[in-house]
């Protein structure tokens, strides 16, 4: 089964994205784009071994995926960031894997390794100029995500920048981001690990590089958890069930390298 029936949006023809809650043979994932390539490896291969079961991806970003399982619209909803007290006290959610968020910049930036603390002055505008951080004389361009992205959520937390960052512009997908940050020699972004490319640099934060035992172990401190969030009290349905048991399942292990991300189990 093609990659593409992953990401089938259920009224595409209408141009609004709208994760409805499955029918028989349908399991609806429906929330963060940072999982992408996580919930994309994992549904080809679960598809491939049930191919009675079509497993959709509508990427709509970490806030509006909580909201649709609480909701309702979906089975399972998808967060790059762990759930709020006020959230936990209708929703479940599961770790299903650890991502490091990566800082990246312009592949011409000579910048190589910054501090947490050194970010954090950079995004609340306390650090305005590469020159400060070993870098070029040029002025620092402050990319982010929007307001409800897992990413934000998870990037502000660790940085204690929370309402505090000084956004020069704030887009609403990863792919965004690392598109804009290889078009700007001055500017710096975050985006998930499982996501870099060649188009940017990644940094290393205090002399740590971003790796699956670096994340792990904790010695990499910027990371985040990727959540399987579902309705407190509901019984998924026993396609719903099947595909999250298979997410868990040894046989899928190899399949978190692939999407490079650290299997929380």
Request: proline share 2%; with cysteine.
């Amino acid at each position: 089964m093609k990659l593409s029936k992953i990401f089938t949006v259920l009224a595409l023809t209408t141009g609004i994205a709208v994760c409805t809650q499955a029918n028989a043979g349908t399991v609806s994932t429906d929330g963060s784009t940072s999982m992408e390539k996580l919930i994309g490896v994992m549904s080809e291969s679960f598809m491939k071994k049930n191919s009675d079961i079509t497993v959709t991806y509508n990427p709509t970003g970490s806030g509006s995926g909580i909201q649709a399982a609480e909701d309702g619209r979906c089975d399972i909803g998808l967060s790059s960031r762990a759930l709020k007290a006020d959230e936990e006290k209708t929703l479940v959610g599961t770790t299903l894997a650890l991502d490091g968020i990566m800082v990246v910049v312009n592949n011409k930036n000579s910048v190589k390794d910054l501090s947490l603390d050194q970010i954090g002055k950079i995004y609340r505008g306390e650090i305005t100029n590469w020159k400060e951080v070993g870098g070029a004389d040029s002025p620092i361009v402050l990319i982010g995500r929007e307001a409800g992205s897992g990413t934000r959520d998870g990037f502000e937390s660790v940085t204690g920048t929370k309402e505090k960052c000084k956004y020069r512009q704030e887009l609403t997908s990863t792919g965004d981001v690392i598109t804009t940050v290889a078009q700007n020699a001055n500017a710096v972004g975050y985006a998930s690990l499982s996501a870099i490319s060649k188009k940017v640099k990644g940094l290393t934060i205090g002399g740590v590089a971003a790796t699956e035992e670096t994340v792990k172990n904790g010695s990499y401190k910027l990371q985040r958890p990727f959540v399987l969030v579902t309705k407190k009290g509901k019984t998924l349905s026993a396609d719903a069930q099947k595909f999250v048991d298979y997410t868990f399942s040894d046989e899928a292990k190899p399949l978190f390298d692939k999407a490079g991300v650290v299997s929380a189990k």
